[in-house]
């Protein structure tokens, strides 16, 4: 299994470069959106460790919303969906002691590899 490190290396290859093309969408709201998807080799392991990183990334400046959910057709597959303020600002996280730590703290509750997934908000609605 990949230690802590070399897993958010490899999303940070995955995050540096947003997509420029033309979504034909308003850019009235800057809004980066990511996925992660975890699938567990020991889901009550991987839940008390990513509980703990949203709760604690929920607090981090540039974050607008995190959720973590739970597969209801895949037993230990676990969704985390973040919203940020801008691409800075979810750059900036993943280059955080905060996902390194996560990242670390996932080595032997995996089955494979997360699936993370940068995102478009092409519907996106401010509440505030």
């Given at each position: 299994?990949?230690?802590?490190?070399e897993?958010v290396?490899?999303?940070?290859?995955?995050?540096?470069?947003?997509?420029?093309?033309?979504?034909?969408?308003?850019d009235?709201?800057?809004?980066?959106?990511?996925?992660?998807?975890f699938d567990?080799?020991?889901?009550?392991?991987?839940?008390?460790?990513?509980?703990?990183?949203?709760?604690?990334?929920?607090?981090?400046?540039?974050?607008?919303?995190?959720d973590?959910?739970?597969?209801?057709?895949?037993p230990?597959r676990?969704?985390?969906?973040?919203?940020?303020?801008?691409?800075?600002?979810?750059r900036?996280?993943?280059d955080?002691?905060?996902?390194?730590?996560?990242?670390?703290?996932c080595?032997?509750?995996?089955?494979?590899?997360p699936?993370?997934d940068?995102?478009d908000?092409?519907s996106?609605?401010?509440?505030?």
């Open positions: 299994m990949r230690d802590g490190y897993m290396d490899d999303l940070r290859d995955t995050m540096d470069e947003p997509s420029t093309e033309d979504t034909g969408v308003d009235e709201i800057e809004l980066a959106m990511v996925t992660m998807r567990a080799s020991d889901a009550a392991g991987l839940h008390a460790v990513l509980s703990k990183y949203v709760v604690l990334t929920r607090m981090v400046e540039g974050c607008r919303n995190v973590l959910c739970a597969s209801v057709t895949q230990g676990m969704l985390i969906v973040q919203k940020w303020d801008d691409a800075a600002a979810q900036s996280h993943f955080s002691a905060l996902m390194v730590e996560m990242a670390e703290a080595d032997g509750l995996l089955a494979s590899a699936d993370i940068l995102w908000g092409l996106a609605h401010d509440l505030n």
